[in-house]
């Protein structure tokens, strides 16, 4: 299978700060990705995507950088907020029905 | 909105029984999944359907069977629980190549 991985498994940040999460994924020909945010008991919820095309895609306080060279994904959320505390994770797509998933980050922001 | 059910939030079961899970989305996608989220090991796809009546494999479909007989319902069967199938199992649904919707998830034990 494919091999989605995150560098840091845990990230705590201070309530205003910016919180990056990073992802590492192992298929070039993957053209397609996500980051999900999952709260504890819940579904994990849709964030953000990016197809391979761009390198950037912004929304609401969340970025999404793409780095094909080293096949780097990154999701910035800015003045993290204490409902910002999650895990979250990237997955990956190529041109197919199929997602591989990261074993997911934990962000606990500090009030 | 985008809505994915699962019919049971919590579920016990023993060894040996048949046990049934059950998603519905609202959406008219055509692909549909079930996954199994265990701590350090992301989420795992068991089955996909990208139609009705049309099932593919996942990356452990061994203990599972799947059933699509209408677009917005997706069926998980465990022929014979096992311990070792206690999880979370998260459906989900999406348009081809675009980002999966998830449900709420069933965590199921199985003693």
């Known amino acids: 299978g494919e091999s989605v991985g995150l560098h840091l498994p845990t990230l705590s940040v201070q309530e205003g700060d910016n919180s990056i999460i990073n992802c590492a994924y192992s298929?070039?020909?993957?053209?397609?990705f996500i980051w999900y945010k999952q709260e504890s008991g819940k579904g994990p919820q849709f964030i953000i995507d990016i197809r391979s095309n761009m390198d950037k895609r912004q929304g609401q306080r969340v970025t999404v950088l793409l780095n094909k060279t080293v096949k780097h994904l990154s999701l910035q959320i800015a003045a993290t907020q204490p409902g910002d505390s999650a895990v979250y994770f990237c997955?990956?797509?190529?041109?197919?029905?199929?997602?591989?998933f990261g074993t997911g980050t934990s962000l606990t922001v500090i009030p | 909105d985008v809505k994915v059910t699962q019919s049971s939030r919590y579920l016990v079961k023993r060894t040996g029984e048949k046990v049934f899970l059950e998603c519905v989305q609202d959406?008219?996608?055509?692909?549909m999944f079930w996954y199994r989220q265990d701590p350090g090991l992301g989420l795992r796809l068991i089955y996909f359907s990208y139609d009705v009546k049309m099932k593919e494999k996942g990356d452990i479909p061994e203990g599972y069977s799947v059933s699509r007989e209408k677009k917005e319902r997706f069926s998980l069967i465990l022929e014979s629980a096992s311990t070792n199938q206690t999880s979370m199992y998260l459906c989900?649904?999406?348009?081809?190549?675009?980002?999966?919707?998830f449900g709420p998830g069933t965590r199921l034990t199985v003693t």
């Open positions: 298929n070039s020909a993957s053209d397609y």
């Open positions: 959406m008219d996608h055509e692909n």
């Open positions: 989900a649904s999406s348009l081809p190549a675009y980002e999966q919707y």
């Open positions: 997955a990956e797509n190529k041109a197919g029905n199929q997602f591989y």
